[in-house]
């Protein structure tokens, strides 16, 4: 199958394939036609960048300039993972699949299925989540499967469940100081001892990431975040059925549903966006998301895909 999708892919193909994050729906980073289809396919506004996908340094330096020391550090030490840095990009780089901008976001994805296929294809893979703009994140091939069910000849790699369940951090090194456009699993106590202080902003507009949309990441049902110590007044005033996405110490009573999450945030990452489609599934009316208590780390990344979702 790794070498169907190269072959699927030089052709102008795209195909869904796993990485450790999320699903993506990848195609040729330099084919304007294929990477227009994903955006069409995807519903996705033209102003979204995507993410190129590389098999590891030599790559990305043949997609971006500016591949510095301190890039060479943070991919020594996080490639493969979940780190897009975002750099000036090179013409391989189709300007429709960043929204037009001089810059791209490069990551060397640390799936093996990912990384066969690039290997096999040659050069960068352009890819967002494998879902419909604006929709939860897929995280196993069934969730990519109930997404496109009417798309018939689209090839999904199966690659199991995601490890890390949500979204890589992209980092910023084309601007004076590094910024962090999207939390993700590498955080800010991870970065800054290899590049120095690194900015955090609260991004209030369409920047050179994607995942930045205030409404991003969410099911069809209305959600909300609320607080834990008034989960049970607001679930007494409720007059729709809904789905709890909570902690074993949240009460939930019928008819209402409680979708337990685990209280480690690396698990609570790999049972979210999951946790969401069983949400939809449940034949209730409307979601609330128990809002973790913030403790730093993953969870800076995972309030935000909770904010998100819940805008």
Not at 6 to 26: Q, S
Not at 45 to 69: E, Q, W
Not at 243 to 252: K, M
């Amino acid at each position: 199958m790794i070498e169907e999708a190269a072959r699927l892919l030089k052709t102008g193909k795209c195909v869904a394939m796993p990485t450790e994050t999320v699903y993506g729906l990848f195609c040729d980073s330099g084919n304007e036609q294929a990477l227009a289809a994903v955006y069409a396919m995807k519903g996705r506004p033209a102003s979204n960048p995507l993410i190129a996908h590389v098999l590891d340094v030599a790559m990305a330096k043949r997609t971006t300039f500016g591949f510095d020391a301190r890039a060479e550090k943070l991919a020594a030490k996080f490639w493969p993972g979940p780190l897009a840095i975002v750099l000036p990009r090179r013409p391989e780089i189709a300007a429709v699949g960043v929204g037009g901008r001089g810059t791209v976001a490069v990551r060397a994805p640390a799936h093996p299925v990912a990384l066969a296929v690039l290997e096999a294809f040659g050069s960068a893979l352009s890819a967002p989540s494998a879902n419909r703009s604006g929709h939860i994140s897929p995280t196993t091939p069934q969730h990519v499967a109930e997404e496109f069910k009417d798309i018939d000849d689209l090839l999904i790699l199966d690659g199991g469940a995601c490890s890390f369940g949500i979204e890589s951090t992209v980092l910023d090194l084309s601007r004076a100081r590094p910024m962090v456009l999207r939390p993700g699993a590498i955080g800010e106590h991870d970065l800054s001892p290899i590049i120095g202080a690194v900015t955090m902003p609260h991004l209030t507009k369409q920047d050179a990431s994607p995942g930045t949309m205030a409404k991003h990441y969410a099911p069809s049902l209305p959600c909300e975040s609320v607080k834990a110590d008034t989960l049970t007044r607001r679930l007494f005033n409720q007059t729709v059925r809904t789905v709890v996405i909570g902690f074993a110490t949240d009460e939930v009573s019928a008819p209402h549903i409680k979708v337990e999450m685990p209280c480690e945030a690396q698990a609570y990452a790999q049972r979210f966006y999951a946790a969401l489609r069983e949400a939809e599934r449940s034949g209730a009316s409307a979601v609330f998301i128990v809002i973790p208590q913030e403790r730093g780390g993953l969870w800076v990344a995972l309030h935000d895909r909770i904010r998100r979702a819940s805008a």
